[in-house]
């Protein structure tokens, strides 16, 4: 993900629960998803360890994960890519739409040592925590099956370029070409593992999908979660923009104040199962409460 222009600027007790039960999202479980991508290695398009996390990913969303290939076009090379995408839940409803990124980017730009930029990013937070959180839901799910439909979707190639045209691949490829819709709202996960978490509403979903912002928010609030910030502070190019340029109202869900952030210090010690847990519990509450609450503007 790139920052646009700025925008304005305790573990919950989790005393509201949930209409349809469902397993407790278990943090420290997701923490260990966390540290086994990044045991793998810098997820890199085109790299062995790239091919290793794929086969390691699709087999932990489950049976049934659907791997969409493509090609990506990039200057003076080719690059096989692939998104994973799994359901769960009803067939017949519209679905929700839960995503992350599980590329890392292919070189350290933003680390303060130059010596360091040509260097892979280990993506602990920055791909690593959004998936981890991911594949802990789908556990979850097929536990217990959502009340309405639910397709998880692991885009690859966001953080492959250094400009915006060559990032965000795998999210421009799935908004050309839908898998498991039609979608009635969606939430990206990006950076949420970060040990100081503190998640601001992000300005493009605020002004283009107010009511899935709304509606993530109120869990937290319901659920006690302080850490979601009720004010908006950053301008985010990520996954989401593509989607909601098809129509789709995609929020992004990001603690983008991670000094780490494109640098080799993105590692697992950076990060905290607590985090994860935090925002576990909100996407869980919003997913299994998603069939009694009603669509509000901008949720189709």
Not at 69 to 94: C, K, W
């Amino acid at each position: 993900m790139l920052l646009g222009t700025p925008g304005c600027h305790a573990q919950g007790t989790g005393a509201s629960r949930p209409a349809v039960d469902a397993p407790e999202f278990d943090g420290e479980r997701a923490m260990q998803w966390l540290r086994r991508q990044v045991e793998i290695g810098p997820r890199v398009p085109g790299t062995e360890t790239h091919r290793e996390a794929r086969r390691v990913l699709a087999a932990a969303l489950g049976p049934g994960t659907r791997e969409q290939e493509f090609t990506y076009l990039a200057p003076h090379t080719v690059v096989q890519m692939v998104n994973l995408i799994a359901r769960f839940g009803p067939e017949e409803s519209d679905r929700i739409l839960l995503c992350a990124h599980w590329d890392t980017r292919p070189f350290a730009d933003q680390d303060p040592d130059p010596a360091n930029r040509s260097k892979p990013v280990p993506g602990a937070n920055d791909g690593a925590s959004g998936v981890a959180v991911l594949l802990e839901m789908a556990r979850l799910f097929r536990a217990a099956p959502p009340p309405v439909g639910v397709t998880v979707v692991l885009f690859d190639g966001e953080d492959w370029g250094r400009t915006l045209e060559t990032m965000f691949i795998g999210s421009r490829y799935f908004a050309e070409h839908p898998v498991g819709g039609p979608f009635r709202y969606g939430i990206l996960l990006d950076m949420v593992g970060d040990a100081d978490l503190q998640i601001y509403r992000e300005r493009h979903s605020q002004d283009r999908a107010p009511a899935v912002v709304d509606r993530v928010w109120r869990a937290a609030e319901e659920l006690g979660i302080e850490h979601f910030r009720p004010s908006v502070r950053h301008t985010i190019e990520d996954d989401h923009i593509p989607l909601l340029q098809r129509g789709i109202p995609v929020i992004d869900v990001i603690d983008f104040d991670y000094p780490y952030w494109h640098t080799v210090e993105d590692t697992p010690d950076k990060c905290s199962a607590r985090s994860l847990k935090l925002v576990g519990d909100v996407v869980r509450r919003v997913a299994y409460t998603a069939a009694r609450a009603p669509a509000g503007a901008g949720v189709p």
